[in-house]
């Protein structure tokens, strides 16, 4: 059985922060301020924040364009001759004026959206944005009505490239800072609780008693299998979402809720927030998911229906097949280390007045409430079947719905 300590080594070696030390901060941000600068677009300085704590380690910096041809040829890295996996682009977008500003400078300054000096970037390289390319290979459409494809479109022609040193901590002030814990952190506190399996629940959604009934059956097949002290790290997305999901705001207020009320049973628990930006990239991003859940200490994965999908804008399907995320994990080189858990579909079980894994058998007694139909309900002020959600929980999202708060 691989316990965590087993994974310490490789750990160390992938999550190496990039932030500089703080006592060389300050001859840094007054070296930055002479340097020509770059602003970054708020989804950029998300990236900053992932890069800048070891998510996507080894990567160093925005993508060069070697490292943006593998991960969008390969979904690979290739490092010191080893495929590392990496699936999803992170790159800096700079327009034709910024790249004649920055030609053949040693370092820039790049700037947070308010202005402030974030990060330099060394030895920076800029080469063509070919964005219709790069959404073809990382989505399989080209469709502008996809919001993060519209992102790109709507980005500068160039992309730059290189390493950077990140001169401050990446905050928001937004009450929720305390619950952003890099990997390190993550890492020390799952020591702390002597954990020896971290199952990953990731989600960008609130959380119903389905989801929890699988998080406690989690918990017991780890026991099963010989685990004593399996922990469940709820990993909610904290980057840029699209404007129908609901607000990490919300989704954390109700997060605390069901934890306060038990809903996992007797499984410690650790809330903290990813700071990724979704890109609604389907078996590529559950990949990307998967690998900085990994850095960030997590030793088994959960992998549901069609995690990092949407409908397809011009038509009523899911872009994407729902088990393909699943089945890609299965077999995608380099993710051997984290262990994949099954994803057990419950529905509502009328008889028994609860959520329950589905029973093919008697499949007249199960409903299916989807998102769709919950924030229908949630917007009309109906309250769902008992056994749905925690009381507390759908409380705090029919609120949101209704526009009761500002959550």
């Not at 699943?326 to 057990?344: C, I, N």
Request: proline share 6%.
């Amino acid at each position: 059985m691989l316990g965590l300590c087993l994974f310490a080594y490789f750990w160390a070696a992938c999550t190496a922060s990039l932030l500089a030390p703080e006592a060389d901060r300050p001859s840094l941000l007054e070296a930055a301020s002479k340097l020509e600068k770059l602003q970054l677009s708020e989804e950029e300085l998300q990236w900053v924040h992932v890069l800048s704590e070891g998510w996507a380690a080894p990567l160093e910096g925005f993508m060069t364009e070697m490292e943006y041809l593998q991960v969008t040829h390969y979904e690979h890295l290739v490092v010191n001759g080893e495929l590392v996996p990496m699936a999803v682009p992170i790159v800096k977008a700079c327009s034709a004026d910024d790249k004649a500003r920055i030609a053949g400078k040693d370092q820039i300054a790049l700037e947070g959206p308010d202005g402030s000096i974030v990060a330099i970037m060394t030895k920076p390289e800029v080469y063509e944005h070919r964005k219709e390319e790069r959404a073809g290979r990382t989505f399989g459409i080209t469709h502008a009505g996809h919001p993060y494809i519209k992102m790109i479109m709507e980005a500068g022609d160039w992309l730059v490239g290189g390493k950077i040193q990140v001169l401050k901590q990446i905050t928001y002030n937004d009450g929720m800072d305390e619950w952003r814990l890099t990997p390190a952190q993550l890492k020390a506190k799952f020591a702390e609780l002597e954990a020896d399996a971290v199952f990953v629940f990731q989600l960008r959604n609130p959380v119903h008693n389905g989801h929890a009934l699988l998080m406690q059956d989690t918990a017991a097949k780890l026991k099963a299998k010989g685990y004593k002290k399996p922990v469940l790290w709820l990993s909610p997305l904290g980057g840029w979402t699209k404007d129908d999901d609901v607000p990490l705001k919300t989704r954390m207020a109700q997060h605390h809720a069901i934890i306060k009320n038990g809903v996992f049973g007797d499984t410690p628990v650790v809330l903290a927030i990813f700071p990724s930006p979704m890109i609604y990239g389907g078996p590529r991003e559950v990949q990307w998911h998967a690998y900085a859940r990994l850095n960030g200490g997590a030793t088994h994965y959960i992998v549901g229906r069609d995690p990092a999908g949407m409908k397809h804008p011009a038509k009523d399907d899911d872009i994407y097949e729902m088990w393909h995320g699943q089945k890609m994990l299965q077999s995608a080189p380099g993710l051997e280390k984290v262990q994949l858990l099954p994803f057990t579909f419950a529905s509502y079980d009328t008889k028994a007045g609860k959520m329950a894994f589905f029973d093919p058998a008697r499949k007249a007694d199960f409903v299916s409430i989807s998102g769709s139909k919950m924030r229908k309900m949630a917007r009309e002020g109906k309250t769902p079947p008992p056994g749905f959600m925690d009381p507390e929980g759908w409380e705090i999202l029919a609120a949101f719905y209704q526009g009761k708060t500002e959550l």
